[in-house]
């Protein structure tokens, strides 16, 4: 059992930066890898990133390289998105998922993720 808790939405201009955090809590975290998923308005729930349980290797939608980092302190246990050079169309809900010895960082899929946050919004508007 692992539990996520996201932190760190909220209302940004165009072409600013934002900062996600995700605390995760469990038993045998070190098997588990993490990911942050977004979900617009009328949209179905995308994944936008993912971390490896080590650390070492990330993966990232198309929409966000360049402009997104991924990252995680397994000594705090928390994991983060640091968001640059946002868009209008990265106005969602953002949620945090931990994802049990599966296809990240090869790809991201959302079911292959079983524990998820309640979800951050982040609104890109000026």
């Known amino acids: 059992q692992v539990q996520v808790v996201e932190s760190g939405g909220g209302l940004v201009q165009p072409g600013g930066s934002l900062r996600l955090s995700c605390a995760y809590s469990?038993?045998?975290?070190?098997?588990?890898?993490m990911g942050w998923f977004r979900q617009a308005p009328g949209k179905e729930r995308e994944g936008v990133s993912c971390?490896?349980?080590?650390?070492?290797?990330?993966y990232y939608a198309d929409s966000v390289k360049g402009r997104f980092r991924i990252s995680k302190d397994n000594v705090k246990n928390t994991m983060y998105l640091q968001m640059n050079l946002l868009k209008p169309e990265d106005t969602a809900i953002y949620y945090c998922?931990?994802?049990?010895?599966?296809?990240?960082?090869?790809?991201?899929?959302?079911?292959?993720?079983?524990?998820w946050g309640q979800g951050t919004q982040v609104t890109v508007s000026s």
């Open positions: 971390i490896s349980s080590s650390g070492a290797s990330t």
């Open positions: 469990g038993v045998g975290l070190d098997y588990y890898n």
């Open positions: 998922a931990a994802e049990y010895l599966g296809g990240c960082p090869r790809s991201i899929h959302i079911a292959s993720f079983e524990y």
